[in-house]
């Protein structure tokens, strides 16, 4: 059996917070970056107001699922995905949210939900896009880790100078499971049906310029790019404004 079988098995343990709030109206599902985990959104429930909450979803081989299987491949991890939100939803509303690989993973299970049911009411996507990104390619992914550590370090995620040998390991274990996935993936030019709004960094550069508008021809309902200030992890800086922004978008449809 396949690792991404077995770690399928189990979507114990895949949303933080594990329950959800019965006083809020509609729920926004994070995504996060590869290589990262849902530290990455530690701030964000503090970001949106009450109506809507906040549920940062954790993939495992990472941080507190260190021990867990990490995917290598989209589909059973798109698959997976989809059941563990589909348990969560009870008849109101849910919007999805991702950076980078993240936005890969909530664009995939968007379009799987359109065919599920129900679809989201808004799928917010950040830091990727669908032509023009800089995807990682199979010699990076089945290269020697320095290859790997180089990468982290240009990203801004592992400092410079000597590492641990085990968190390294760690780290690039967890790092090249999610390049695999992304490496992966076959552009389908697949479309949406719910609203569709896209975030980036005006220095991103893994994006080609011009690149976030290729998502308007992925579904009828585009609303449009956001951009701030800063490179591919812009996020880290911009977090308020491109929440503010989604819970708007999230409750005018919602209202709509």
Not at 107 to 117: K, P
Not at 137 to 159: D, F
């Amino acid at each position: 059996m396949s690792p991404d079988l077995r770690a399928r098995r189990s979507t114990a343990g895949w949303l933080r917070p594990a329950g959800s709030d019965p006083d809020a109206r509609a729920a926004l599902f994070l995504f996060h970056y590869s290589g990262g985990g849902v530290s990455m959104y530690s701030r964000w429930p503090g970001f949106l107001p009450p109506s809507v909450e906040c549920r940062r979803v954790q993939l495992p081989g990472r941080q507190d699922r260190l021990e867990e299987l990490a995917f290598t491949e989209l589909a059973p991890l798109v698959t997976a995905l989809c059941e563990v939100i589909s348990r969560e939803l009870d008849g109101r509303p849910y919007a999805l949210f991702g950076h980078s690989m993240g936005a890969l993973l909530a664009y995939r299970v968007a379009v799987a939900m359109e065919a599920r049911g129900p679809r989201p009411a808004l799928l917010g996507v950040s830091g990727w896009a669908p032509e023009g990104f800089s995807m990682p390619g199979r010699a990076l992914v089945e290269g020697p880790a320095e290859g790997i550590v180089a990468l982290l370090r240009e990203l801004g995620t592992l400092p410079g100078g000597d590492l641990d040998p085990e968190l390294s390991a760690r780290v690039v274990a967890s790092m090249r499971a999610d390049l695999a996935v992304c490496a992966g993936y076959r552009d389908d030019r697949a479309r949406v049906g719910c609203p569709l709004v896209a975030y980036g960094g005006r220095d991103d550069p893994y994006l080609a310029p011009g690149a976030l508008r290729s998502w308007a021809s992925r579904g009828d309902g585009f609303l449009g790019v956001r951009e701030f200030p800063g490179g591919h992890f812009f996020i880290h800086d911009h977090g308020p404004g491109i929440a503010m922004d989604l819970v708007q978008l999230l409750h005018r449809h919602i209202a709509g």
